[in-house]
């Protein structure tokens, strides 16, 4: 009997802590968006949520799972089902990772498009680097990139980015508020690259970061509704 009462108790507490998280958060979706690395990603997101006055209570930005395509699909997969156990899963989830030289990129690509349920999990790329989706607020750009000699292919993108944003250091904490003001001009070139590289069968290079970006703005329409 005492131990039946326990579980009813602790049921009801459960109930009533995940009532009071949803009572926190706006009417839009929940959002989970991992990204790799600890600082450069998230501190963008961050920044990206802070602007836009987005409720924090429904997007929640992880940093903390390395850096190769796999470790990011499996942190947004513990976290989704974590949340989905306590009946509050996320509405959608993003996987923000590059192409770079990782050997798990292919197979998480396969991974993260086959995961159910089918339309939550989705791709935030870049090929090479992030810093290709940072290049295209200053031009536009279809030059593939390569390692050359010492110098990786992300040092390859690094180089033209730092010929026009000089003061760019990864993991800085405000890179979004120094370009916000060409961030249109960004998602432009964003997706006038993917229809070139998509019409030239390539990848390199490529960025789906303005499709996340959209996907956030929208919300804030959402908001201010």
Not at 10 to 21: D, G, P, V
Not at 209 to 224: A, G, M, N, P, S
Request: a negative charge; aromatic letters at 12%.
């Amino acid at each position: 009997m005492g131990t039946d009462n326990l579980f009813h108790k602790r049921k009801a507490k459960a109930s009533e802590l995940l009532e009071r998280r949803k009572a926190r958060r706006a009417s839009y979706d929940k959002v989970l968006i991992v990204c790799e690395g600890e600082k450069t990603e998230p501190n963008y997101f961050n920044e990206l949520i802070n602007f836009y006055k987005l409720n924090t209570a429904n997007v929640e930005i992880d940093g903390t799972c390395g850096s190769s395509p796999k470790s990011v699909f499996e942190r947004a997969l513990e976290l989704y089902q974590k949340e989905e156990c306590r009946g509050d899963a996320f509405d959608n989830v993003y996987c923000v990772f590059d192409k770079d030289s990782h050997d798990t990129y292919d197979e998480t690509l396969i991974k993260i498009s086959a995961q159910k349920p089918e339309g939550v999990f989705h791709l935030a790329i870049s090929v090479p680097c992030f810093e290709y989706w940072l290049l295209l607020h200053f031009q536009y750009t279809t030059k593939p990139y390569h390692a050359t000699g010492s110098s990786s292919i992300g040092d390859e993108v690094l180089k033209d980015l730092k010929s026009v944003f000089p003061e760019y250091e990864k993991g800085s904490e405000d890179i979004f508020k120094r370009l916000s003001d060409q961030l249109e001009f960004a998602k432009e070139n964003a997706q006038r690259s993917l229809t070139h590289a998509l019409a030239n069968h390539t990848d390199n290079p490529t960025t789906y970061i303005h499709e996340l970006v959209d996907y956030l703005q929208k919300l804030k329409l959402t908001l201010d509704g």
